[in-house]
């Protein structure tokens, strides 16, 4: 049922709030500001490293998870798509745990890959919707994402529920490893909290300005999206969301890679979406801005109030957030770019959620 919603996609992307605040509440403690317990099957604390694998949008929140992991809890973390992890030969050991991160649980590379690590005496983690899923049934430890069901094909509220809930066993790792106080965790942990009233905030606020933003966007041909930080994985599934609904050719770059290849191609037809929250790197990604509005390119300007106010170029449009603390930057910046590709598939009038040559659920290699 799409309730008073024109598509799935439409009514995945406004659960959010209630979706998100359904699967903290299995992480973290709202009462205390403290995470909760980790399942014992992986113990963090005596933990060398993490292997994450998943596909697509899956693989791309654990791309922000490798961040999270690193900086919170000082745990290396090697990650890659499922269907090159499992044939690399990659020198594994059983200090460290593996993580699979897969909506349906039914993946067949991310299965693949887990029964790999699994023979190879790993403990294994699986982060799924679905709880019956043979991924779950094959790990020592399941975290649900709690997102129910998402029946677009292309993910919305499951992406960001992988992100809150690899969020909370970030910091959940970096207090039983000793890398974070206990006062970080209690500001990270209240940040969280607070994510779920602000996205809903953000989805009234930003809804109509997308909209017509879609309307001129849908008239490219080819599209840029850069990032830096945790916002380099999000800037490939803006790239990703994009193409598999509406079919315009997009890609997403670490913005630092921009002089190092995709500059050749900056001109007035290619719009570059730039996600810059006002983070420890924004200075950084400005002066990438800077070299694509020296190009003659169009930007299209993701970024917070701080941001906003900070940089001086014109933009083609800028959609501005409220200030938050980083660690919910990934999720929050996550609803305009879901918005974007959704209108722009409603205005050319594709099958949003069931696009052309893709399926939910993808159980051969
Ligand atoms: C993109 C998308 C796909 C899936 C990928 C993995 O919107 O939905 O890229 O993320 O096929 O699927 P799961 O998470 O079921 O393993």
């Given at each position: 049922?799409?309730?008073?919603?024109?598509?799935f996609?439409?009514?995945?992307?406004?659960?959010?709030?209630?979706?998100?605040?359904?699967?903290?509440?299995?992480?973290?403690?709202?009462?205390?500001?403290?995470?909760?317990?980790?399942d014992?099957?992986?113990?963090?604390?005596?933990?060398?490293?993490?292997?994450?694998?998943?596909?697509?949008?899956?693989?791309?929140?654990?791309?922000?998870?490798?961040?999270?992991?690193?900086?919170?809890?000082r745990?290396?973390?090697?990650?890659?798509?499922?269907?090159?992890?499992?044939?690399?030969?990659?020198?594994?050991?059983?200090?460290?745990?593996?993580?699979?991160?897969?909506?349906?649980?039914?993946?067949?590379?991310?299965?693949a890959?887990?029964?790999?690590?699994?023979?190879?005496?790993?403990?294994?983690?699986?982060?799924?919707?679905?709880?019956?899923?043979?991924?779950?049934?094959?790990?020592?430890?399941?975290f649900?994402?709690?997102?129910?069901?998402?029946?677009?094909?292309a993910?919305?509220?499951?992406?960001?529920?992988?992100?809150?809930?690899?969020?909370?066993?970030?910091?959940?790792?970096?207090?039983?490893?000793?890398?974070?106080?206990?006062?970080?965790?209690?500001?990270?942990?209240?940040?969280?909290?607070?994510?779920?009233?602000?996205?809903?905030?953000?989805?009234?606020?930003?809804?109509?300005?997308?909209?017509?933003?879609a309307?001129?966007?849908?008239?490219?041909?080819?599209?840029?999206?850069?990032?830096?930080?945790?916002?380099?994985p999000?800037?490939?599934?803006?790239?990703?969301k994009?193409?598999?609904?509406?079919y315009?050719?997009?890609?997403?770059?670490?913005?630092?890679?921009?002089?190092?290849?995709?500059?050749?191609?900056?001109?007035?037809?290619?719009?570059?979406?730039?996600?810059?929250?006002?983070?420890?790197?924004?200075d950084?990604?400005v002066?990438?801005?800077?070299?694509?509005?020296?190009?003659?390119?169009?930007?299209?300007?993701?970024t917070?109030?701080?941001?906003?106010?900070?940089?001086?170029?014109?933009?083609?449009?800028?959609?501005?957030?409220?200030?938050?603390?980083?660690?919910?930057?990934?999720?929050?910046?996550?609803?305009?770019?879901?918005?974007?590709?959704?209108?722009?598939?409603?205005?050319?009038?594709?099958?949003?959620?069931?696009?052309?040559?893709?399926?939910?659920?993808v159980?051969?290699?």
């Amino acid at each position: 049922d799409k309730g008073n919603h024109r598509h799935f996609m439409e009514k995945e992307i406004y659960e959010q709030p209630e979706v998100i605040s359904h699967a903290l509440s299995h992480y973290i403690d709202f009462h205390n500001h403290s995470t909760k317990a980790i399942d014992a099957a992986i113990d963090f604390k005596s933990l060398r490293g993490l292997a994450i694998s998943a596909c697509g949008t899956a693989y791309l929140a654990g791309l922000v998870g490798k961040y999270w992991f690193e900086r919170y809890a000082r745990l290396p973390v090697e990650i890659d798509v499922a269907s090159e992890f499992r044939y690399r030969e990659m020198p594994l050991s059983k200090d460290q745990a593996a993580l699979f991160i897969s909506q349906s649980g039914e993946t067949a590379d991310t299965l693949a890959s887990l029964r790999y690590c699994h023979d190879e005496g790993l403990k294994i983690g699986a982060i799924v919707n679905v709880k019956e899923s043979t991924i779950a049934r094959e790990a020592d430890a399941v975290f649900p994402i709690l997102a129910g069901p998402e029946i677009g094909v292309a993910s919305t509220k499951a992406f960001t529920c992988q992100l809150a809930v690899l969020a909370s066993l970030a910091i959940a790792a970096g207090k039983a490893r000793g890398t974070i106080s206990a006062d970080e965790e209690k500001q990270l942990v209240k940040s969280l909290a607070e994510m779920p009233r602000i996205m809903s905030q953000v989805l009234n606020a930003i809804q109509p300005q997308m909209e017509a933003l879609a309307r001129d966007l849908s008239k490219f041909k080819d599209v840029l999206y850069l990032g830096r930080g945790t916002s380099y994985p999000l800037a490939m599934e803006g790239a990703l969301k994009l193409k598999e609904i509406s079919y315009i050719h997009a890609e997403g770059y670490a913005a630092g890679e921009l002089k190092h290849g995709p500059i050749a191609l900056i001109d007035e037809n290619m719009p570059v979406i730039v996600i810059a929250p006002h983070d420890r790197f924004f200075d950084k990604t400005v002066s990438n801005m800077q070299e694509v509005a020296a190009r003659g390119g169009r930007i299209i300007f993701i970024t917070d109030e701080k941001g906003a106010a900070a940089s001086k170029l014109e933009t083609m449009a800028t959609i501005v957030l409220p200030n938050v603390a980083e660690i919910i930057a990934p999720m929050l910046f996550s609803l305009p770019i879901q918005l974007l590709a959704y209108h722009t598939a409603v205005f050319m009038g594709t099958d949003v959620d069931q696009p052309r040559n893709l399926a939910k659920s993808v159980t051969v290699e």
